[in-house]
């Protein structure tokens, strides 16, 4: 398993909830990582990404709630998510791609999706 992802499940509206996502070093030392989403009946889309060197890029519905981040000694991405909204339930993807913020120029790995629902 090259990405790995974990920590969604059942949570209030207003509360929060971290992701992770464990990824091969060979994965993770040279390309972005990211979170997507795919809600019940709807597409998927992109959340949040960052870069080796920490830049980041978000949704607008994710700015100012959620927070992407890496730890590098450790091949993981983060993703924690505050003031969650009944609207944030979905799959959550990890995914990790040669680029940049914006697009995809090669090589392009996905995890298998991890629920988060938002319910009271």
């Known amino acids: 398993v090259q990405l790995q992802a974990s920590g969604g499940g059942l949570v209030q509206p207003g509360r929060s909830l971290r992701l992770s996502c464990a990824a091969s070093?060979?994965?993770?030392?040279?390309?972005?990582m990211g979170w997507h989403r795919q809600a019940p009946g709807k597409q998927r889309e992109f959340v949040a990404a960052?870069?080796?060197?920490?830049?980041?890029r978000y949704t607008n519905s994710a700015k100012g709630r959620f927070t992407i981040s890496r730890d590098n000694a450790n091949n993981t991405v983060y993703l924690q998510m505050n003031s969650l909204k009944p609207e944030d339930t979905a799959v959550y993807y990890c995914?990790?791609?040669?680029?940049?913020?914006?697009?995809?120029?090669?090589?392009?790995?996905w995890g298998q999706g991890t629920l988060v629902t938002v319910s009271s």
């Open positions: 960052i870069t080796s060197d920490r830049y980041t």
């Open positions: 995914r990790a791609w040669s680029g940049t913020l914006y697009g995809n120029y090669g090589t392009d790995y």
């Open positions: 070093g060979s994965i993770f030392s040279s390309n972005v």
